[in-house]
Nanobody
Framework: QVQLVESGGGLVQPGGSLRLSCITS????????MGWYRQAPGKERELVAG???????YYEDSVKGRFTISRDNAKNTVYLQMNSLKPEDTAVYYC????????WGRGTQDTVSS
């Protein structure tokens, strides 16, 4: 069974940065297109960044130029570097396949506030 463990969240001031990590186990990580999702209070979960198995990336418009997704297949890990954070980035962040096909992990809470 695939397990996803997200980490790296926290409280940060507007304009600050955070780096999220997601370690996967129980699968051949390298063959999957992966994504980072977020769910803000009262809103549906949304895909904010994705990375193909070959390394190409894509981003939701509101995070373009601020967030960077990357992966380390040797470590079965996908990362999300978040810079120039805004209060509207406050959410619980999750990783999953680009289609959200695995069971969701607990996520990691990011709060952007002064």
């Amino acid at each position: 069974q695939v397990q996803l463990v997200e980490s790296g969240g926290g409280l940060v001031q507007p304009g600050g940065s955070l780096r999220l990590s997601c370690i996967t186990s129980g699968t051949i990580f390298s063959i999957y297109n992966m994504g980072w999702y977020r769910q803000a209070p009262g809103k549906e979960r949304e895909l904010v960044a994705g990375i193909f198995s070959g390394g190409s990336t894509y981003y939701e418009d509101s995070v373009k130029g601020r967030f960077t997704i990357s992966r380390d297949n040797a470590k079965n890990t996908v990362y999300l570097q978040m810079n120039s954070l805004k209060p509207e980035d406050t959410a619980v962040y999750y990783c999953n396949t680009a289609r959200g096909g695995w069971s969701w992990g607990r996520g990691t809470q990011d709060t952007v506030s002064s």
